[in-house]
């Protein structure tokens, strides 16, 4: 039975769970025969044992796809029958092709790659256990975070070795691209996407009749990324809506009585391509995905990567989700198999449902001591990281201070129990040894140089070499925000407008909520309780005194409030110069090509002549945020007849965001606050 | 005993010297359904048993039922809810009499009682909050008296009477009713008048040569039939409730007939009524079969639950009695197999006279009602077709299904249409599993409704509740309902799983009439008929986002009220609540069902 769903806003966290550690077991026992071992899952009650074949093709007789490829051939031209062709060859491309015996050569490679990268591998088994018991029940949706390559067969992996229907799995195409790993991945259960599918209506039609199929069979579990792709910044990112519509269409036509959807938290103590994240960040173009690449990168294999946590949230029972939240009826008088644009009530509700899933995400993850050091390390100023170092002493005492916070605020700790607090430090700092140094009592930044290369390095290329530093330091950060943000943005709040009064901080906090909705996950329509758990937090670490009317900043909470605070300046600042850019710069329209660079030249200006003190903005992840939360406000808009993305800037509405940002002018003025629909 | 029973009883004896006339509620039971005699019960033996002689199965033993009843519902038979034996009078509320309407109704000779019994009797229909109360001995608003008129002028002079002296008016037919239409509404202070046409009883004239009969409304359905039988003709016209609805509530409703392939429904039956309303008579002027005269003013009668007026006389079509009936049945390996087989049989429009599929719980249940069996060779027939469906078909007894099918008309042409029907079937995995099976389906269509008074003997409540639905929806709506029904008694704490099972009953060429049973055992529950309320309303939330109608032939009356403007839009209540306006502005016809 799906647990009953309470609140969505605070972590509902239980005394510590279980975590079991699953590659102990498998170290002990030979590879192949766990790879060879009896596999006999539940499925779910009501699936025919169908093959993949069927599935193809209850997908191209369908008939919605018929009538989409009647409507393609009129309009195009062509016949129905070579539309149907070009259907077939999308569906080709796309299918998984999920056997078992290639399931066992997944695990059996996975298994050996993993033991060598990991200590540890925890799952919750609890989580597991209430999984087991969803999939016999309705169709499951396994909705784990991405934070890595190295997640993508994890959920199959653990499944396979407890008993479980595998799943299949939504992956990118340049997965499917790659030489005969593509193929073994499609036999394990992977389908695959296209990028940027735009307004390709029939590759639409084949993709959501696809996995509208899988829902409605329940022929296997169907894992997803909600969050649509890995995340670069390791941070949540805003899900995209596209898979999420398909997947629930069928609990809102009524063709499946449930559905459940499972959040799972995949947790690193370090990541594998910590490295190129930052360097694609800041520009530097990611590898393309190859087999040849793929071998390359065995020396990673080298490396220690401690732990890794997966989590398995409680499985979500849609129906109780969208209860009280839409009316099914809307889809009583057209036929189910003709497409139909969902209502804004149904949009919402997808909105919601995606977004409270990262936020179970987020608060299912675990945060390591590393990330506690990495918000600590990314407040002490650059020089102090890149030259002299931090003194050991202060960061252990500060961290500790930090981990009770955390604690306080209710996040999930992953601190090593049955260990001195400094071995436990320094053991995270040797794990981490790619991004610190700890010598003579100090920390310092390790920057990756070239030692082969003879010339100096330009300032320029100076400031980029700290920054793909700092920016490792700041993903890893970034692993603990979503703890923090709440409060985190009414300590900014207090900071800014210097108010005690409670109306005027929610309406900042509202304003900022609503600037950094790209940036920090926020569920839909939840502003005041979002307000109201900050205030609580402020109140319980005993930083803040609370009234009806008021809210009194206490002594011993300064502390904490300026730890928050500048917690989240760096995007403040960022927010401020991207803004700053646009104002003063001269051009109305703008393409994101011209954007980027001129942005980032902009930053390294600044950051050398010492008027900037964050690297953030350098990443082009946050330049592209702004660029978004300004379309949200309407200071930006994107034009329409334009091919190469380009946006029109209202520099008076992008000033004026500056300056309720900034605290000049109270955010009252501001048009309009979009998210109190649901 | 009732009140018109003895006057009229005397009557008789003074003016004929016999009674042939026989009053209904002198045979009913009082809080429970049909005839006194017939009922379930558990013999000192602890055998089912079904009593009386009126039914194939009464006087016989049921062997199977009571493994059912304990396993399905985890009743027991040491944990007993007896009714109330008898009616407690002093727990109706004395009448609240309108004297001046009541001095001139006395002048007009029309019968009339305000006894408690008869009063108490007219109160309810047959919803399970109506019932359960009643076996409680807990009696609400009731009528404050009865009319019985005699024929259609008798009413038009207590309808003037009643919009005279302002006195709500509710007219009575067979007391069948499952949408808490016949209910007296607690906020209504005028003294309630139930008008019980039960003495409306004849068939007026046959007209052989347009093959119509021109009936009163009050005559309940088996009499009608037989009446019609005698003179070698027939309505067809057969809902479930035949024995005791009345053809005036039949048009009030929008009833359904279970031959409705061959015969139609009430409103294709129908060909000319006459009703009383406070504005008046309406009737048409001539018996046409079709009129193109704006739209078609039946339409407001019918389906109007008793809100506008009182229907006095009908004239319905009339067929000669079929030659030939044959029943059937077909087993299907699963549901959705049969629900197809129906479909096609829709969609190549060669629905026998009746069709019905059940799911595989409804199955079992059928089952466990078969009597006891007097010879080795039947019980060793019946073991060998398990054997044969079970085992050399590898149909999973826990998923296979059942069709009962009745073909009517003349001989040649009912085994032809057997023929293509079975052929159909065979495309669907369906296997012909014999007359018997069949026959017995449709009498249990009939017993039915005895068996809930058997398990409200034993802490199990339950209830019928139908829609209608397109075909492609007929399999998601089974599902999710069932399912709802189930989830929902998990979360009301119901312990025992509930049986929750449908049969598809009705097709149609553009969907069909689905059937949910739902009964679920209360022990451990403060207050069960709340909770059945509770997932009854889910259930009905759960067919109307699938789909589902708010109603294929039960009516709406107060029951299902709240969702009538969802159903018809705003603007199709002010449609009706301005023909309710216009008709009757004062609300004498104060049943308060519908709008």
């Known amino acids: 039975m799906t647990s009953t769903y309470k609140d969505s806003g605070t972590a509902s966290l239980k005394d510590e769970e279980e975590f079991t550690d699953i590659l102990e077991e498998r170290r002990c026992t030979t590879d192949l025969g766990y790879a060879l071992r009896t596999f006999n899952p539940q499925p779910y009650k009501g699936a025919p044992s169908s093959s993949t074949s069927d599935l193809k093709k209850a997908v191209l007789e369908s008939q919605y796809l018929r009538y989409i490829a009647k409507e393609i051939a009129l309009e195009t031209g062509s016949s129905v029958e070579k539309v149907r062709q070009e259907a077939r060859g999308i569906l080709e491309e796309m299918s998984h092709n999920l056997q078992l015996g290639f399931i066992r050569l997944m695990a059996y490679t996975v298994n050996k790659v993993f033991k060598r990268l990991f200590r540890s591998i925890y799952v919750n088994m609890e989580g597991l256990n209430m999984l087991q018991q969803a999939i016999q029940e309705s169709p499951v949706i396994l909705m784990p975070n991405h934070r890595s390559y190295v997640d993508f067969l994890i959920v199959s992996f653990i499944l396979f070795t407890y008993d479980i229907p595998i799943p299949v799995i939504a992956a990118g195409i340049p997965l499917a691209s790659m030489k005969v790993v593509g193929e073994i991945l499609r036999r394990s259960g992977a389908f695959f996407i296209r990028r940027a599918i735009g307004s390709d209506k029939l590759y639409w039609a084949v993709l959501s009749e696809y996995v509208r199929t899988i829902v409605r069979t329940g022929c296997a579990p169907l894992e997803f990324y909600v969050e649509g792709f890995r995340s670069r910044t390791l941070k949540s990112v805003v899900p995209k809506l596209g898979m999420m519509d398909m997947v629930l269409e069928p609990y809102f036509k009524g063709e499946v009585f449930d559905i459940t959807l499972v959040p799972i938290s995949i947790s690193y103590d370090r990541v594998v391509e910590e490295s190129l994240l930052a360097l694609e960040l800041l520009g530097v173009p990611k590898p393309k995905e190859s087999t040849t690449g793929l071998f390359k990168a065995s020396r990673v294999l080298q490396e220690d990567y401690g732990c890794m946590h997966v989590n398995f949230g409680r499985p979500l029972s849609v129906r109780q989700l969208c209860e009280g939240k839409i009316n099914r009826s809307e889809y009583n008088l057209i036929p189910r198999d003709l497409p139909q644009r969902p209502s804004t009530e149904i949009q919402d509700c997808v909105n919601w449902v995606a977004h409270l899933i990262v936020r179970t995400q987020e608060e299912g993850s675990l945060i390591s001591p590393w990330s506690l050091m990495a918000c600590l390390l990314l407040q002490a100023p650059i020089t102090t990281l890149t030259e002299e170092g931090l003194q050991w002493h202060g960061l252990t005492e500060k961290t500790l201070w930090l981990r009770k916070l955390v604690l306080d605020f209710r996040g999930r700790l992953n601190w090593p129990a049955h260990t001195t607090d400094s071995d436990v430090m320094s053991s995270t700092v040797a794990l981490h040894h790619s991004i610190v140094h700890h010598k003579a009592g100090r920390v310092c930044l390790v920057q990756d140089g070239d030692p082969a290369s003879q010339d100096p390095l330009s300032p320029e290329e100076g400031v980029m070499r700290t920054a793909a530093a700092v920016l490792m330091l700041v993903s890893y950060r970034n692993q603990a925000l979503h703890v923090f943000v709440r409060p985190g943005i009414l300590a900014t709040a207090i900071h800014i407008t210097k108010s005690t009064q409670k109306d005027e901080l929610f309406s900042f906090f509202c304003f900022l909520r609503d600037v950094f909705a790209n940036e920090f996950i926020f569920i839909p329509g939840r502003a005041s309780q979002d307000f109201d758990e900050a205030c609580s937090l402020l109140q319980k670490c005993g930083a803040v005194h609370m009234s009806e009317q008021e809210v009194t900043v206490l002594e011993t909470g300064l502390e904490v409030l300026s730890f928050l605070q500048k917690l989240l300046q760096p995007f403040l600042d960022s927010y401020q110069l991207i803004f700053r850019y646009l104002c003063e710069n001269g051009a109305h329209v703008f393409t994101e090509k011209q954007f980027l660079p001129a942005v980032q030249n902009l930053a390294t200006k600044l950051i050398l002549s010492g008027d900037l003190h964050t690297f953030e903005v350098l990443s082009s992840d946050t330049q592209k945020n702004v660029l978004s939360a300004l379309r949200r406000l309407e200071a930006v808009t994107k034009l329409r007849a334009s091919q190469q993305n380009e946006y029109k800037v209202n520099k008076a509405a992008v000033r004026r965001t500056g300056d309720i940002l900034s605290g000049k002018i109270p955010p009252e003025s501001l048009h309009a606050i979009p998210d109190a629909r649901l | ?595």
């Open chain 2, 1 to 595: 005993m009732c009140c018109l029973c003895n006057t009229k009883r005397a009557m008789c004896l003074l003016t004929c010297g016999q009674s042939i006339w026989v009053c209904l509620q002198e045979i009913m039971k009082w809080n429970g359904w049909g005839y006194s005699d017939s009922k379930f019960l558990y013999n000192k033996k602890g055998q089912a048993e079904f009593t009386g002689k009126r039914y194939r199965l009464s006087g016989m033993i049921i062997p199977g039922l009571r493994e059912w009843m304990e396993s399905t519902f985890g009743a027991n038979l040491q944990h007993k809810t007896p009714a109330a034996p008898i009616l407690n009078s002093s727990a109706v509320q004395p009448p609240t009499l309108n004297e001046a309407f009541l001095k001139e109704l006395k002048s007009t000779g029309i019968p009339f009682s305000h006894d408690a019994e008869d009063r108490v009797f007219r109160s309810h229909g047959h919803c399970l909050h109506e019932i359960f109360a009643l076996r409680e001995g807990k009696i609400g608003r009731v009528p404050d008296l009865v009319v019985w008129p005699n024929c259609h002028n008798d009413v038009v002079k207590i309808v003037e009477l009643a919009c005279k002296h302002n006195v709500c008016l509710m007219p009575y037919g067979g007391g069948t009713s499952v949408s808490s239409a016949l209910e007296c509404p607690p906020e209504e202070t005028r003294s309630i008048v139930s008008l019980d046409t039960s003495q409306m009883n004849r068939i007026l004239w046959i007209d052989e040569k347009n093959l119509t009969a021109h009936v009163e409304a009050g005559i309940v359905g088996q009499d009608l039939e037989r009446l019609l039988n005698e003179s070698g003709y027939c309505t067809g016209h057969e809902p479930d409730s035949m024995e005791f609805s009345s053809l005036g509530g039949w048009v009030a409703t929008r009833a359904s007939g279970m031959k409705k392939n061959i015969y139609g429904n009430i409103e294709d039956l129908v060909v000319h009524i006459k009703m009383v309303t406070p504005q008046g008579v309406i009737e048409k002027s001539c018996q046409g079969p079709r009129m193109s005269t704006g739209p078609d003013v039946h339409h407001f009668i019918m389906g109007s639950e008793g809100t506008l007026g009182v229907v006095t006389e009908v004239t319905m079509k009339i067929r000669p009695m079929p030659e030939y009936q044959k029943y059937g049945s077909v087993v299907f390996p699963n549901f959705e197999m049969g629900v197809a087989c129906l479909r096609e049989v829709a969609r190549q429009r060669c629905a026998p006279a009746s069709i019905r599929l059940m799911d595989n719980e409804q199955f079992k249940f059928g089952h466990a009602l078969k009597p006891q069996v007097s010879s080795i060779f039947t019980s060793f027939l019946d073991g060998l077709k398990k054997f044969y469906i079970t085992k050399f078909k590898g149909f999973d007894p826990n998923r296979l299904c059942v069709a009962t099918l009745l073909f009517e008309g003349d001989r040649e042409k009912v085994l032809q249409h057997e023929k293509q029907v079975y052929d159909i079937a065979a495309k669907f995995g369906g296997l012909a599993a014999g007359e018997d099976n069949g026959q017995r389906g449709y009498m249990l269509t009939f017993v039915i409704a005895y068996l809930r008074d058997l398990g409200m003997d034993y802490y199990v409540i339950g209830e019928s509740f139908e829609t209608s639905v397109p075909w492609d929806r007929v399999l998601d709506i089974c599902r999710n309902v069932k399912a709802r029904i189930v989830r929902e008694c998990k979360d009301k704490g119901v312990q025992f799983p509930p049986l929750s099972t449908c049969r598809v009953t009705q097709t149609y060429d553009a969907g069909a009439c689905v059937y949910f049973y739902f009964a679920f055992n209360y022990r451990g529950l403060s207050d069960p008929v709340h909770v059945y309320e509770q997932v009854e309303h889910a259930a009905r939330e759960e067919i109307l986002a699938n789909g589902g109608s708010l109603s294929h032939h039960h009516g709406v009356g107060k029951l299902r009220k709240e969702w009538m403007r969802e159903t018809i839009s705003s603007v199709g209540m002010g449609m009706l609540r301005s023909v309710k306006d216009y008709v009757d502005p004062n609300n004498i016809f104060g049943n308060r069902n519908l709008l």
